[in-house]
């Protein structure tokens, strides 16, 4: 039987058996596997590396394990600088693509300015087919989805509570800086526009008639927007992210 010694560091260890964080794996490659395979039958999806040394020298996912090989998985956190790097750069301002279980993460990325698709009833192979054709950024919790070979750029969302989760999303992509804050609808993702009130007053309640003179309206859906109560709290949230 032919072993490699594989050990993954930092975070990766999230996707591992409580007595396996931090410690040298032991697993059978006598039936010629690549790297990509391996790290992924421990559980981890090649989504979260960024780089792999193998005795030292670094490979890629492709590389082939012979037995007796000391191997070394890397996040991009911790990842050695020198070394090849394995996950794709984000852009400065990403467009995502997030699935079934991240509806309000996906709301709150849209209040943020971001072009964030959200697809409920979708399979996995076509929703990673959309990312891979339209370069966009899948957030999910689902790790077997980030297992799909189309599927490059992507993060795992550790935590439940969504507020929690965009503060996750924008610690991992350094989105403050590209933050447009009420420039996209948090309904469907369309662009918002400035509308004349005039041309929106069949719609509006009485009091918001009365008092509210400048409006939103989305190029998409047509949903109408406005500076209420609501849009302060926002700001609030939106500023606690900056300062975060």
């Known amino acids: 039987m032919a072993d490699a010694n594989v050990r993954f560091h930092d975070r990766l260890n999230d996707f591992l058996p409580p007595a396996q964080h931090g410690r040298n794996i032991v697993h059978d490659v006598s039936r010629r596997a690549a790297i990509k395979d391996v790290i992924e039958s421990l559980g981890v999806p090649h989504t979260e590396v960024d780089v792999i040394l193998v005795d ?25 600088p020198a070394a090849r790097h394995l996950r794709p750069r984000p852009p400065a301002k990403p467009s995502f693509l997030l699935d079934a279980q991240l509806g309000r993460l996906a709301r709150y990325l849209r209040l943020l300015g971001f072009d964030c698709h959200y697809l409920n009833d979708i399979g996995d192979a076509e929703l990673a087919a959309q990312a891979e054709a339209e370069k966009r950024v899948v ?95 926002m700001e609030a949230l939106v500023e606690r992210l900056r300062q975060g």
């Open 56 to 80: 030292g020298t670094s490979a890629g996912f492709e590389h082939i394990l012979a037995g007796g090989e000391r191997v070394e998985v890397y996040p991009w956190t911790v990842a050695p």
């Open 139 to 233: 957030l999910t919790r689902d790790r077997q989805l980030l297992k799909r070979k189309r599927i490059r750029l992507a993060h795992f969302v550790r935590h439940e509570d969504p507020w929690q989760q965009v503060e996750e999303v924008c610690r991992e992509f350094d989105l403050v800086p590209a933050f447009a804050p009420f420039t996209r609808c948090t309904r469907c993702n369309g662009r918002l526009v400035a509308v004349a009130k005039e041309d929106v007053i069949d719609r509006l309640e009485p009091l918001t008639q009365q008092h509210v003179e400048h409006f939103l309206q989305c190029e998409a859906c047509g949903q109408v927007y406005w500076h209420g109560s609501h849009v302060s709290r």
